[in-house]
C-alpha cells in the first residue's frame, strides 16, 4: 500500500452513513444530479496550522464521480456540473485573502430555482446536495446561519431540490458535526432519503467520498460525537465561548455521557453510530470476572450481501455510587477485518476494570486523591453504538459485583479549582448540581520540597556532544560543563522558518548558537502539523484526512500504518518531530479546532494518539501530541480560564495524554495556551511537574504552545510571554519561540537570566529541562545526520541563456519588488546579503511567510507576527551568486505581510 492508497482508504474507513432508505450506493443504471459548490471547491482540511499542508493534488467530489461515470459505475449529470462550473468562476473560493482565520465557515453557494431543479430531474433520478463548512485555529464555529446552521440559500436549494427530485442525498463536507436535525424535517417532504458525513479527507477527500457514494468501498465509519437534535441540547453550550473563563458545569458528562445518563431524548445519532451497505448480526458470549479482567467474545457475522467491516464497542457501566458515574463508558473496541458475505469473525475482550475506576478528590469513598472503584454492581455492555449495545450475561447474573471499595490508584491533589462553582452530578439516574472540592494545595511549599538537585560535572575532560552521543551516561557532566547563557539558549527555540533547520517548517532547537554548535549540539527541527507536514517555503507532503475522520475509522491498525507513512516523510524531510497529533477532547461542537481532535470521549481518543504515535515513530521521526490541557476553545484561547473540578480533568480531559505517555512511545509534547482554575498551561506546576512529570513518569521533552503566555507557578496572577522562568520551574523545556538568531542574545526579552542571577530559578531546574531536551536530541533522527553549519549559505550559478523580451532587470544593492518577470543582474561573483523591509498590522497568534525564489528554489523569508503597523528591516539570509541572471521572484504561503522591498548586498 502507499502512502496515497492508505490516505484514501482512511478516508474512505471514517465516513460516517447516518441515513439510507435504499438509495446508495449509486449504481450504472443511476443518473445523478449533483448540488452544491462545494462538489467543486470540496474541502481538504480544516482552517490554521493544522490544516495548512501544501499538497501535490487534491482531489473533489464531482471529478471523481464524473471519472467513475468513465468506467461505468453511474451516470453524471454534466450538464448541471458545467452550470456550476460556469457560476464558479464568476464567484471564486473566499479564502480570506489567506490571512490567518479570515476564511469564512460557508462559501456563497449558487441559487438553483425550481425551473433548474425540474431540469435536472427530468434527466436524472438521484439529488446529491454537497454541504460545507469549515472553521480551525483562532475561528470557532458559532450558532448562525452559515456556520452551525444551514444559510437561507442552502434551505432555499434543499427545499427546491427535494421538491423535484424523490430521492435525495445530503454529503456533510464539514470540519465537525454542524446542525443536522433539518434532515428531518416537514419542509423537505421526506425526500432525503441517505445522509453521510464525508467529513475533509486530504487529498483524497473526493475520491474518497466517490467511491463511498458509488459503493467501491463499504461504509463502516463510526461517530466519535453524539449528534443531539439541537446545539442547546449539548450541556457544555451555556458555558462554552466566554472571553475570560468557562465554568465546567457539566463535568465528566460530556457527550454521550450526559445524553445516555440524562436524555436519550434529546439524542439524533448516539455516539459510536454508523450504517453499512451490508448487516450484521453481532452474539456475545458469556463473560466471566476474575477480579481485576473481565473476557468474553464476540461474534460478528455478515448476513448482507457484499462485504464489510463492523465495530463492536464495549461499554461498562458502574455502580452510581457515592461519587456518581455515567449510564456507561466506552472501556474497549475492535473492528473486523473485511467479511464477505457469510463470513464471521469472532472477536475476543479482555478489560482491565481498573482503568475504568473514578477520581474521588475529597475521600467520599475513603481514599481522598485517589482513583476508586466503588462497590456494587457492575455490567458490560457491547454492540454497534453507545445506545444499543446489550448487557453481555455473566452466567446467571447480567453483571459482576464489587463487595467493597477498592484503592486502585493513591495521587496527590492537582490541578484542582480554587474558584466554587456548582457541577452536574448523577444521584441514582437524577441529574443534580453539587459544590465542587476546591484546592488545599500549598504550591510554593509544593514546589520548595521538589526542587531538582544540580548537576555535577564528574569527568575531568572538557566534553562535547559526540562525547554524549558515544556514552550517554556523560549526558549530566556535559551539561554540567554549560555555562548559563548556553543553558538558556537551549531552552529557547526558534523559528518560524529557521534556515537552521529545514526550511519553512515551525521551529529549530537545540544547537542554535556558535558555542553549542562547537559542542557539537545539533539543532533539530519540527513541523506542524496533525494533517501531515506544513512547509511554507513551498515543499509539498501528503495531506492527511482530519483526526475526526480518522477516528471515526474506529481502525487503529490502519492508523499505524498511516502514520508510519508519516514518519517516514518527516524522516525524507529531516524533521525530527511532528506537531501532532492532536488529542484534546469534543467539548463541544463549536470548537474550532475539533477537526484535528478525535472525539469527545477520552478512551477512544487516548487509543487513537497511541497507534498514530507508535506508526510515526515506527516511520523513523516523532510524534508531538498536543495541547496539553484543556484547549477546548479558540476564542481567546491565550485568556480564557477553564474552570473545571480535578476529577473532570483527570478522567475526560487528561485521560488521553495519560494513555499516550503511559504507553512509552511518547517523547515530545507541547502544552496549551490556556490557564486552568488560574494558571496558566505552560507554567502549570501541578500539571506538568506533578501530574505528568511525578505521577505518569514522563521524561520526554514539552514545548509551549507557539508566542504562549506564562504565570507564577504559585501565586498565579496575570500572566506574560517573558514570564519564561516559570516555565521553566513547571518543567516545560522549551519556549517556543522566539526571532530567529534569538535564542543567544534573548531577543524577546524574556526574565530567565534575571532570575537564575537573583537565585529565584536555581541552576538545577534549568539544567533537567536542557536534559530533556538534549535527551530527545540524543535519540531524534538529527543525531544521525552530519552535524549541519548553523548559517549555511546556498550557492547559485545561472543558468539563463537568453532572457525574455518583457524581463525586467533590477541590479545589486537596488531595492526592488518582484514581479513575474524579474531578473537579478549578477556583475561579480559574492556573497549577497538579502534585505528586507515589510509590516503586518494583524494579531500576534499568527504567522505570515513570504517567500524569496531564486530560480524556482525558495532561499529565504521575510515571516512575522506583528509589526503593530510599522515598517521594519531586515537582513533575512546570504547567498552565494556567480557572474549572470537569475529570476526573482515571491511564493507568499501566509498572508498578511506587507513586503516593501528587497535587496541583494554585497
Known amino acids: 500500500m502507499t502512502f496515497s492508497e492508505a490516505i484514501c482508504q482512511a478516508a474512505c474507513e471514517g465516513i460516517v452513513l447516518l441515513k439510507n432508505d435504499g438509495v446508495l450506493p449509486f449504481s450504472r443504471k443511476d443518473t445523478v444530479s449533483v448540488f452544491g459548490r462545494c462538489q467543486k471547491d470540496f474541502y481538504k482540511s480544516g482552517m490554521g496550522s493544522g490544516g495548512s499542508v501544501h499538497a501535490s493534488y487534491t482531489t473533489n467530489l464531482i471529478d471523481e464521480l464524473c471519472a467513475l461515470e468513465d468506467k461505468g459505475l453511474l451516470k453524471v449529470n454534466r450538464s448541471l456540473k458545467k452550470v456550476y462550473e460556469n457560476w464558479l468562476l464568476d464567484n471564486p473560493f473566499d479564502n480570506g485573502n489567506d490571512v490567518w482565520a479570515a476564511e469564512p465557515w460557508s462559501q456563497k453557494e449558487m441559487d438553483v430555482s425550481p425551473e433548474l431543479a425540474e431540469d435536472a430531474a427530468r434527466i436524472s433520478d438521484h439529488a446529491v446536495f454537497v454541504i460545507g463548512r469549515n472553521a480551525g485555529e483562532d475561528k470557532d464555529l458559532e450558532a448562525v446561519e452559515g456556520s452551525w446552521y444551514l444559510t437561507k440559500t442552502e434551505k432555499t436549494v434543499l427545499k427546491n431540490i427535494c421538491s423535484a427530485f424523490e430521492k435525495v442525498t445530503v454529503v456533510f463536507n464539514t470540519c465537525s458535526i454542524i446542525d443536522t436535525s433539518f434532515i428531518n424535517a416537514e419542509e423537505f417532504g421526506g425526500k432525503i432519503k441517505a445522509v453521510l458525513y464525508a ?329 506542524d502539523g496533525p494533517s501531515g507536514i506544513r512547509i511554507d517555503s513551498g515543499g509539498e507532503a501528503s495531506l492527511l484526512p482530519i483526526g475526526t475522520q480518522l477516528a471515526c475509522t474506529w481502525n487503529e491498525a490502519l492508523n499505524e500504518e498511516l502514520f508510519v507513512f508519516e514518519g517516514q516523510e518527516l524522516f525524507k524531510y529531516k524533521i525530527d518531530a511532528l506537531l501532532g497529533p492532536g488529542i484534546n477532547i469534543h467539548r463541544s461542537p463549536l470548537n474550532g479546532r475539533n477537526f484535528e481532535y478525535f472525539s469527545e470521549d477520552p478512551f477512544l481518543t487516548g487509543c487513537m494518539a497511541c497507534c498514530q504515535v507508535r506508526g510515526i515513530k515506527k516511520g523513523g521521526s516523532n510524534a508531538t501530541v498536543k495541547h496539553f490541557a484543556g484547549n477546548n476553545q479558540e476564542r481567546r484561547r491565550n485568556f480564557c480560564d477553564a474552570v473545571v473540578s480535578e476529577r473532570a480533568f483527570r478522567e475526560i480531559y487528561l485521560k488521553p495524554f495519560e494513555m499516550t505517555v503511559k504507553e512509552r512511545n511518547l517523547v515530545s509534547m507541547m502544552s496549551s495556551y490556556n490557564p486552568i482554575n488560574g494558571h496558566w498551561a505552560a507554567s502549570n506546576y501541578d500539571l506538568i511537574n506533578t501530574i505528568l512529570r511525578k505521577e505518569w513518569n514522563y521524561d520526554g521533552v514539552v514545548m509551549t504552545d507557539w508566542w504562549a503566555k506564562m504565570n507564577d507557578c504559585a501565586d498565579g496572577g496575570l500572566p506574560s510571554e517573558k514570564n519564561v522562568a516559570s516555565m521553566i520551574r513547571a518543567r516545560n523545556d522549551i519556549y517556543m519561540v522566539v526571532d530567529n538568531d534569538g535564542s543567544e542574545k534573548n531577543s524577546s526579552g524574556d526574565n530567565l537570566e534575571e532570575k537564575l542571577s537573583s537565585g529565584e530559578l536555581t541552576l538545577g531546574e534549568i539544567q533537567h529541562c536542557v536534559k530533556d531536551i538534549l535527551s530527545f536530541i540524543l535519540l531524534a533522527p538529527v543525531s544521525k545526520r552530519p552535524l549541519r553549519d548553523l548559517h549555511e549559505v546556498k550557492s547559485f550559478v545561472s543558468s539563463v541563456k537568453q532572457l525574455p523580451q518583457n524581463a525586467r532587470i533590477v541590479h545589486e544593492n537596488e531595492a526592488f519588488i518582484p514581479d513575474d518577470c524579474t531578473y537579478l543582474k549578477v556583475q561579480k561573483k559574492a556573497v549577497y546579503k538579502i534585505n528586507g523591509t515589510y509590516l503586518k498590522k494583524s494579531d500576534d497568534l499568527s504567522q505570515s511567510v513570504t517567500n524569496v525564489v531564486i530560480d524556482g528554489i525558495p532561499v529565504t523569508a521575510f515571516d512575522c507576527r506583528s509589526t503593530k503597523g510599522l515598517e521594519v528591516s531586515a537582513t533575512v539570509s546570504s547567498v552565494e551568486l556567480a557572474e549572470g541572471f537569475y529570476k526573482v521572484s515571491l511564493y507568499v504561503a501566509k498572508g498578511g505581510i506587507s513586503l516593501k522591498k528587497i535587496s541583494f548586498v554585497s
Open 199 to 527: 467529513w475533509m479527507g486530504g487529498m483524497e477527500s473526493g475520491r474518497a467520498a466517490a467511491k463511498i457514494l458509488c459503493g467501491l468501498e463499504c461504509p463502516s465509519g463510526k461517530l466519535t460525537d453524539t449528534i443531539a437534535f439541537d446545539i442547546k441540547d449539548y450541556p457544555s453550550t451555556k458555558n462554552f465561548g466566554g472571553a475570560d473563563e468557562n465554568i465546567y458545569e457539566e463535568d465528566i458528562f460530556v457527550g454521550y455521557r450526559y445524553f445516555n445518563t440524562f436524555a436519550k431524548d434529546k439524542i439524533l445519532y448516539p455516539f459510536g453510530f454508523g450504517l453499512s451497505y451490508t448487516t450484521f448480526s453481532v452474539t456475545s458470549g458469556k463473560a466471566s470476572f476474575d477480579g481485576k479482567i473481565v473476557s468474553f467474545s464476540v461474534c460478528v457475522k455478515n448476513t448482507g450481501s457484499v462485504s464489510g467491516k463492523e465495530t463492536v464497542q464495549v461499554y461498562l457501566a458502574a455502580p452510581c455510587g457515592l461519587l456518581g458515574k455515567p449510564a456507561r463508558e466506552l472501556c474497549a473496541f475492535k473492528k473486523t477485518e473485511l467479511l464477505a458475505p457469510g463470513k464471521s469473525e469472532t472477536l475476543t475482550f479482555e478489560v482491565d476494570i481498573r482503568s475504568r475506576a473514578s477520581y474521588d478528590e475529597s475521600g467520599l469513598t475513603g481514599f481522598a486523591s485517589s482513583y476508586v472503584l466503588e462497590k456494587g454492581k457492575y455490567s458490560v455492555y457491547a454492540g454497534t453504538d453507545s445506545l444499543s449495545a446489550e448487557c453481555i450475561s455473566f452466567g446467571d447474573e447480567d453483571g459482576f459485583f464489587l463487595k467493597e471499595n477498592i484503592c486502585v490508584e493513591k495521587l496527590s491533589r492537582a490541578c484542582a479549582p480554587v474558584k466554587n462553582f456548582r457541577r452536574m452530578k448523577n444521584n441514582c439516574g437524577k441529574l443534580i448540581l453539587e459544590e465542587v472540592p476546591l484546592s488545599d494545595v500549598d504550591l510554593k511549599k509544593r514546589i520548595s520540597e521538589n526542587l531538582p538537585s544540580e548537576m555535577k560535572n564528574l569527568c575531568d575532560r572538557s566534553l562535547t556532544f559526540d562525547d554524549v552521543k558515544k556514552d550517554p551516561s556523560l549526558l549530566e557532566s556535559f551539561i554540567a560543563q554549560l555555562s548559563v547563557k548556553e543553558l538558556c539558549t537551549v531552552v529557547r527555540g526558534e523559528g518560524m522558518m529557521s534556515p537552521k533547520a529545514t526550511m519553512g517548517i515551525a521551529a529549530a532547537y537545540g544547537g542554535l548558537s556558535e558555542s553549542l554548535w562547537k559542542k557539537k549540539v545539533p539543532v533539530a527541527g519540527c513541523a
